[in-house]
């Protein structure tokens, strides 16, 4: 009985192999003829060469950002959509960038989506806010709630599509060549700005906000034409060699609590693509964006460790000053919603977002992210 007992459990043994052996076969046939198939379509498929502008200098961290975007496409499409980088002043002029990609110039463009509050106000939100959403809020509202539709609706308005490719932490702050121990210290200083909010605001307590390109920052600061400015987080500030020139950073930076940096896309290019490449194109965003925003993370420590290191003096808002800022943050921010449809639209879309996730937020405490930004959901 034993001896028939191994006989069977040897049967069904060797059963099984044979018919894994055969699986296998078949497998490795259906593979192959996958493959190949695979093969002939990316040999017969189309190649497409883009160009895309930017409005950063060479050698910026912003300008790798968008360098690591196109070269995940291009490893992802298999060298079916080849991307060229041109940094500013090569084919255009920062203030060029969205125009050369909305006539087609171009087929692509990025940005920081602020740099177009003048055409749009509404810009302003998709880029950041003032005492407002985190970057890992910002990554939620884009992909979990509605905000990659915001997005495609306000540059769709200029026949673009955007796809966000990094979001930064909070900005720096001032950096500045005088103290700025207080907001009463910011009358009559001359200070580099971006943003619609951000420059009312600035202007409200007495500042002159000025508008100059990335790449002439550290020469207005060297040579006085500016006292003060805020330009990203402090990786970016001290690869831009801004530490040199200052010897003053006043935090936070309420300014710009979080930065959203993207690739826009001529409709008509957009529309030329096969439904793989967009595809791609949309996994390479995804993936640029995970690895272009923990190491900025990341290095935003270890830069602000290094200047603190190498004696910079820290200049700390107080409680008092920052409660005023909310204060006019939110007066300013109700004063465009009045005056534009569209940027209501997107900011009625981060208070949703915000009223969603605020209870979760409040449960999660100390140990959570950001804050609940009551002010602005007055």
Same mark, same amino acid.
């Given at each position: &009985? ?60 912003? =300008? ?9 496409? +291009? ?7 080849? =991307? ?65 539709? &915001? ?5 769709? *308005? ?45 202007? +409200? ?16 600061? *060297? ?15 001290? =690869? &831009? ?14 300014? *710009? ?59 700390? &808002? ?61």
């Amino acid at each position: &009985m034993k001896r028939n007992r191994n006989f069977i459990v040897f049967l069904l043994i060797l059963t099984v192999i044979i018919m894994s052996a055969c699986m296998n076969q078949e497998a490795g046939s259906n593979q192959n003829n996958n493959n190949d198939n695979t093969s002939t379509n990316t040999a017969s498929g189309e190649t497409f060469n883009w160009r895309m502008v930017t409005p950063w200098g060479g050698g910026s961290l912003h =300008i790798g950002q968008d360098e690591r975007f196109a070269e995940l496409v +291009k490893e992802l499409s298999n060298g079916r959509l080849n =991307i060229t980088v041109h940094q500013v002043g090569e084919l255009t002029e920062a203030a060029g960038v969205l125009e050369a990609v909305r006539d087609g110039v171009v087929e692509m463009g990025t940005d920081t989506p602020l740099y177009w509050s003048n055409i749009n106000p509404a810009f302003d939100l998709l880029s950041s806010q003032v005492v407002g959403l985190s970057n890992i809020d910002y990554l939620l509202w884009m992909y979990a709630a509605d905000g990659l539709e &915001m997005y495609n609706k306000i540059y769709g *308005q200029h026949n673009m599509v955007y796809f966000p490719h990094t979001v930064h932490s909070m900005e720096s702050g001032i950096r500045s060549t005088k103290p700025i121990e207080s907001l009463d210290d910011l009358q009559g200083m001359n200070i580099r700005f971006v943003g619609l909010m951000q420059s009312r605001i600035i202007n +409200k307590f007495g500042a002159n906000p000025v508008s100059i390109p990335t790449v002439e920052i550290y020469e207005g600061l *060297q040579r006085g034409v500016i006292d003060a400015a805020e330009f990203a987080t402090p990786w970016a500030d001290q =690869i &831009m060699g801004l530490d040199e020139v200052t010897d003053y950073w006043a935090v936070p930076g309420w300014h *710009q609590t979080s930065c959203v940096f993207g690739a826009m896309i001529n409709e008509k290019a957009w529309n030329s693509l096969p439904e793989d490449l967009q595809e791609i194109v949309a996994i390479a965003a995804k993936t640029a964006m995970l690895e272009n925003t923990t190491k900025a993370m990341y290095n935003d420590a270890v830069a602000a460790n290094e200047m603190v290191e190498q004696g910079i003096t820290i200049n700390r &808002m107080s409680e008092e000053d920052i409660k005023r800022i909310e204060e006019v943050a939110n007066e300013v921010r109700e004063e465009i919603a009045s005056e534009n449809e569209d940027f209501a639209m997107v900011l009625n879309s981060q208070k949703a977002y915000l009223e969603t996730y605020g209870m979760y937020r409040e449960l999660q405490g100390k140990w959570g992210f950001g804050d609940n930004y009551p002010s602005l959901l007055d």
